[in-house]
């Protein structure tokens, strides 16, 4: 049992370039989660999936776009990366049916730099 | 939607002291409130949560107070050790058959630190 593992750790872009962030859960979670780190600005939410094949727009979304074709994958892209895409981000995974905890499992997070 | 304030965003003590952190939430609909803890470099982890339905909650040396009418929780670190030194988040959501958000909306964060 992994948890959530996400892919890669580290990436360094140079600008306009694009990638995407992969998030895998084996918990049989509903819901999964991606946010940003940055510093001074706690955890903020880029986009969502409330159950696959649903995507629903977080409270940061403009520059990134997610898919959620498997229930245990989350996909993360940046079309055209920038400077200021530079952050921590992490993804998160919540709420079996059978269980009866809300809270989040995380990922290890991934360190992208954008030059 | 709604906001989460947490206060303070540093805090010091030294070991063997109590740590509050105090949170306050703007949605009188929200009923769920975890707190995580995320030392350096690491991923946040769930340290404990309550829910509306109670007004404290407890697990060792850590608890949770909740004030619905205030719209404000608070965690409480009792006899602080060095290696409770993290940042630590507060957070809210709805969550239940009355309806969800499905998201956690969070604070800050509070930067503790335990000196020896």
């Known amino acids: 049992n992994a948890g959530v593992t996400q892919t890669p750790k580290f990436r360094v872009l140079k600008t306009g370039q694009s990638m995407t962030l992969l998030c895998a859960q084996d918990?049989?979670?509903?819901?999964m989660y991606w946010y940003r780190q940055d510093p001074g600005m706690g955890l903020r939410l880029i986009h969502y999936?409330?159950?696959?094949?649903?995507?629903a727009k977080g409270e940061v979304p403009d520059g990134y776009n997610v898919s959620r074709l498997k229930k245990q994958n989350f996909l993360l892209g940046l079309e055209s990366a920038a400077p200021s895409q530079t952050s921590v981000y992490f993804c998160?995974?919540?709420?079996?049916?059978?269980?009866?905890?809300?809270?989040?499992?995380f990922g290890s997070g991934t360190r992208l730099t954008v030059v | 939607g709604e906001n989460v304030e947490q206060h303070p965003s540093t805090l010091s003590v030294q070991e063997g002291d109590s740590a509050v952190i105090k949170c306050t939430y703007s949605?009188?609909?929200?009923?769920?409130f975890p707190w995580y803890k995320q030392e350096l470099g690491k991923r946040p982890q769930l340290i404990i949560d309550?829910?509306?339905n109670v007004g404290e909650k407890k697990d060792q040396r850590i608890a949770v107070t909740l004030n619905k009418t205030a719209k404000h929780f608070s965690l409480h670190i009792t006899e602080t050790q060095p290696e409770d030194s993290a940042v630590y988040f507060c957070?809210?959501?709805?969550w239940g058959n009355g309806g969800s958000n499905y998201k956690l909306t969070f604070g800050k964060g509070t930067l503790l630190t335990v000196n020896p």
């Open positions: 309550i829910r509306s």
């Open positions: 918990m049989n979670h509903e819901y």
């Open positions: 957070a809210a959501s709805i």
């Open positions: 998160a995974s919540s709420y079996s049916p059978t269980g009866i905890s809300y809270g989040y499992t």
């Open positions: 999936s409330v159950g696959e094949g649903t995507t």
């Open positions: 949605d009188s609909a929200s009923n769920y």
